[in-house]
């Protein structure tokens, strides 16, 4: 056999399409020469380099939105001891690093790793924008754009429609924003306002920040002022501290607290007294808050009575945390029927705000914290989760959504990978031969990959459903309800059932003592997760999302 | 991992040092990656349970080989009949081989690496792409909607362009 076909059979096996009379070929090679085994192991041990290499990738994941200031998805991840291969990173969109000891590598060592990134300019993350959103309530913005929560602000215009929002500069000046208005912002200290209502909080740190107005440039001292813009007439009042006015053809003026100036095109400017209660203020966006995410959870818990009463569901985890529980440890299955003993226990994690200030959501961040939840030994033909997560950082190989503790025949495991794929997998045993001959009853698991959906930027909430029929082997994955992978397993065979038992959310199983088990705990918050004893619809997944979507 | 913290982290360190090589070994006795995960981490859990009878740490490479290369064993002979898995007897000769290569870990990366580099960035991604988890060629041909055919003729140009690249680089530092 010459060198280039001995080359194809073991490309071809190693590819996972050799086929039977190859496979002949190619043993009847191996078997009789020392040198061909020893080039294949050569060419074995290649591939388990660059399959260690290629685990960790780094891409734009699908879906990221482009319309959001902050940087690119280039959360560039750091490699082990062997180093990252920077000049590569730089041009791809992929980057390549040997993982060693995954799963099992400490804390401490991930954080140096990661530090070291900065060790090339391309390779680190970059920031291009001046502020901050920091408080957004109901708001509605112009064009297509949909800002939340945290997001990184650029340059540039922003128009809001209704609603109010609060805007930190890098300086550490505030903007507070409340109905239609207009501004640009130019850098981390200046802004212009060219139409509509603003209210400023510039600290001493601050102190310099520089608001333009049609017709007038106001610098701050240190103070809390505010501006309306109302076609061609602006006005600037003081309420706290002291501001420079600069109007071209007059001399610079201080307007202290308590006064106002005000300048028209036709006009020349008119002192006047500050009215602070005409003006977006802290008070009023809090009240305003408040007022908004309350009728946003009733409506929200309205919509989810058709959810619980759903005769298909199994677990109806809301996370709502009851305030005079005395543990505060309880996650209640609000399905309806009441299923005895299916309530979850959380263990580590902690209360905090989820999708909207008033819904509350266990947040995972140790790696002992998880939900303990068990829903019996039934078997089903199908099922179905689908969850509200936030992921701060994926930290580990795989980052646990839900896994059943022992991962025994027909148990699911669901899983996001350290690329942002999500992987959901189920346990089955071989079948014993039929000739009752002796075999090992290794598992031959059922695994399925999406595309790259999750990324930790902007910490924000999405909806991840897998519907899976145990009669067909197909699974499907959703994002944000858009389904993002369809497949039937390889590994599929006849008829199976798939079942829970005991599962943790947010991490895997209770360790066997004495025995060293991979790390899996989610970094990130949890709000709602269901759980269905059939596959749903594509439709009904969208449902699913269409009614949890936070703003 | 309980009331023997010292013991564990030596353990884990060690472990951390032969993953790589321990999962080039597995590669050419069982046929797919997810198979090699599934007998390492077997191969892991059983010397973590039998670490105290090894007395001299310094032999735990050789160690954990022999115990990898049990498990392959076991874990091949309760594969489906598939022709990607080989007689028993090619598998115990291949599992008494012993490649071309001898450098270290690090010193065969290190020099992947820099073959990769010389790759141009197309086929830099194409041989990385479809080493990744869950990756086929097929799945792949598929979803950048290219002839599968023309994707396997490339790769397999590619391994077998690495391979020289690396075996020439460790032979030019004095290392093979």
Same mark, same amino acid.
């Given at each position: 056999?010459? =060198?280039? *076909? ?30 061909? *085994? ?29 319309? *959001?200031? !902050? ?17 590569? #990173? ?9 993982e ?22 391309? =390779? ?37 429609? &209704? ?23 130019? &850098? ?6 060219a139409?509509g ?5 510039? $600290? ?16 701050d001292?240190?103070?809390?002022? #505010? ?7 602006? &006005? ?17 003026q201080?307007i ?23 003006? $977006? ?13 309350q ?49 979850? &226990? ?17 947040e ?7 939900? *303990? ?49 999500l ?9 014993? !031969?039929?000739? @009752? ?64 038992? !005991? ?10 003592? @004495? ?10 918050r949890?709000?709602?997760?269901l759980?269905?004893?059939? $596959? ?8 699913l ?7 | ?24 070994? +597995? ?8 198979d090699?995960?599934? +007998? ?61 290569i ?26 990385? %792409?479809?080493?990744?988890?869950g +990756?086929?060629?097929?799945?792949? %041909? ?30 030019? %530092?004095?290392?093979?």
């Amino acid at each position: 056999m010459n =060198d280039l *076909r001995f080359m194809d059979l073991v490309s071809n096996w190693l590819d996972g399409s050799l086929c039977a009379i190859e496979s002949e070929e190619l043993q009847a090679v191996l078997e009789s020469s020392a040198d061909r *085994r020893s080039e294949f192991v050569d060419l074995c041990g290649l591939d388990a380099d660059l399959r260690l290499m290629s685990e960790v990738v780094i891409g734009t994941p699908v879906g990221a939105d482009s319309l *959001r200031a !902050p940087t690119k998805a280039k959360s560039v991840r750091a490699l082990g001891s062997f180093g990252l291969i920077a000049a590569i #990173a730089a041009g791809l969109f992929l980057t390549i690093g040997y993982e060693i000891g995954r799963d099992r590598k400490s804390d401490a060592e991930q954080q140096i790793a990661t530090s070291q990134v900065a060790s090339s300019d391309s =390779d680190e993350v970059v920031e291009s924008g001046c502020a901050v959103l920091s408080r957004v309530v109901d708001a509605k913005f112009a064009g297509d754009v949909q800002y939340h929560e945290g997001d990184s602000l650029q340059p540039g215009q922003f128009k809001l429609l &209704s609603g109010a929002v609060q805007i930190d500069f890098f300086s550490g000046a505030t903007m507070l924003i409340d109905e239609a208005a207009e501004v640009k912002l130019i &850098s981390s200290w200046e802004a212009e306002c060219a139409q509509g209502k603003v209210t400023m909080h510039v $600290p001493p740190l601050a102190i310099g920040f520089r608001l333009t107005l049609p017709g007038m440039k106001v610098v701050d001292l240190g103070t809390e002022f #505010a501006v309306e813009v109302d076609g061609a007439e602006s &006005s600037l009042h003081v309420f706290d501290g002291e501001v420079e006015a600069h109007v071209p053809g007059s001399q610079m003026q201080i307007i202290r607290e308590g006064n106002s100036l005000k300048k028209a095109t036709d006009r020349g400017v008119v002192m006047g007294i500050s009215k602070a209660a005409d003006f $977006p203020s802290v008070e009023e966006f809090e009240r305003r808050k408040e007022e908004y995410y309350q009728r946003k959870t009733k409506q929200w818990r309205a919509a989810m009575n058709t959810v619980r009463s759903d005769e298909r569901i199994l677990g109806c985890y809301q996370f709502w945390r009851w305030e005079d529980e005395k543990w505060d440890r309880l996650v209640n299955n609000f399905a309806i029927p009441k299923l005895p003993y299916s309530h979850g &226990s959380a263990v580590g994690a902690r209360w905090v705000d989820g999708r909207w200030p008033s819904k509350p959501a266990l947040e995972f961040k140790s790696p002992g914290d998880r939900v *303990r939840i068990n829903l019996g030994k039934d078997q089903y033909e199908g099922l179905t989760m689908a969850a509200w997560i936030r992921v701060d950082g994926l930290d580990r190989k795989y980052n646990a959504l839900l896994l059943s503790d022992g991962y025994e025949d027909g148990e699911p495991h669901w899983q996001i990978e350290k690329s942002g794929r999500l992987m959901f997998s189920v346990s089955y045993m071989r079948f014993p !031969p039929p000739n @009752g001959q002796q075999f090992d009853p290794y598992r031959q698991d059922q695994v399925y990959s999406s595309p790259q959906v999750v990324n930790t930027d902007g910490r924000r909430w999405h909806h991840v459903a897998v519907t899976f029929d145990a009669t067909t082997g197909e699974a499907v994955q959703y994002f944000d309800g858009k389904a993002v992978s369809r497949e039937v397993s390889e590994h599929h065979l006849g008829n199976r059932k798939v079942t829970f038992g !005991p599962c943790a959310i947010g991490n895997w199983g209770m360790p066997i003592e @004495g025995v060293p088990f991979p790390v899996r705990n989610l970094n990130g918050r949890v709000d709602e997760f269901l759980i269905y004893k059939e $596959p749903l619809s594509g439709d009904e997944i969208s449902n699913l999302y269409e009614l949890g979507i936070p703003n | 991992m309980s009331g023997k913290p010292s013991n564990y982290e030596t353990f884990v360190r060690l472990l951390i040092e032969e993953e790589s090589a321990v999962k080039a070994y +597995v590669r050419r006795l069982v046929p797919t990656w997810h198979d090699v995960e599934e +007998v390492v981490q077997q191969t892991s859990l059983i010397a973590w349970k039998k670490f105290d009878e090894l007395d001299d740490i310094n032999r735990f490479g050789g160690w954990l080989m022999t115990i990898a290369r049990f498990e392959s064993l076991k874990y091949r002979r309760s594969l489906a009949r598939s022709p990607l898995v080989f007689s028993d007897k090619l598998a115990e000769q291949l599992a008494d081989a012993t490649g071309n290569i001898v450098a270290g870990d690090a010193d065969r990366q290190q020099a992947l690496e820099g073959c990769l580099q010389k790759l141009d960035q197309a086929r830099r991604e194409l041989i990385l %792409a479809v080493h990744q988890p869950g +990756v086929t060629i097929r799945g792949y %041909a598929q979803q950048n909607s290219r002839p599968e055919q023309a994707i396997y003729k490339s790769v397999h140009r590619l391994r077998q362009k690495l391979l020289v690249c690396v075996k020439q680089t460790l032979a030019d %530092a004095g290392l093979s």
